[in-house]
């Protein structure tokens, strides 16, 4: 499985921007977000099933980002609406691609065996 992640940018606190990762050369059975901010540990961002409509998201982004996906673009997305400049980070996404994996375990980064290059997000205030 190999990810391409982008979308990032910089934008000011309060609008809006949505990442794409493009899945390709395998499957995969949970598709992650992840972010990392300068300085500061890899966090869980949002995750989906590829193969339902479940999905789980961190309690700090709850009610303004959505994760989802275009199975016929083999594309995960991650709509980040309202941003705050404590958005600013590097955004990852990532790929379960093993086996499937419950969903407790959807927001530790060692359920992941695929990662992408990550792409910057900057919030200005």
């Known amino acids: 499985v190999q990810l391409q992640a982008s979308g990032g940018g910089l934008v000011q606190a309060g609008d809006s921007l949505r990442l794409s990762c493009v899945v390709s050369?395998?499957?995969?059975?949970?598709m992650g977000w992840f972010r990392q901010a300068p300085g500061k540990e890899r966090e869980f961002v949002a995750a989906?099933?590829?193969?339902?409509?479940?999905?789980n998201r961190a309690n700090s982004v709850k009610g303004r980002f959505t994760i989802s996906r275009e199975n016929a673009k083999n594309t995960v997305y991650l709509q980040m609406n309202s941003l705050k400049p404590e958005d600013t980070a590097v955004y990852y996404c990532?790929?379960?691609?093993?086996?499937?994996?419950?969903?407790?375990?959807?927001?530790?980064?060692?359920?992941?065996?695929?990662w992408g290059q990550g792409t910057l997000v900057t919030v200005s205030s």
């Open positions: 050369s395998g499957r995969a059975y949970v």
């Open positions: 989906t099933d590829w193969s339902s409509s479940t999905t």
């Open positions: 990532a790929a379960r691609s093993t086996r499937r994996v419950v969903l407790s375990a959807w927001s530790s980064a060692l359920s992941y065996d695929t």
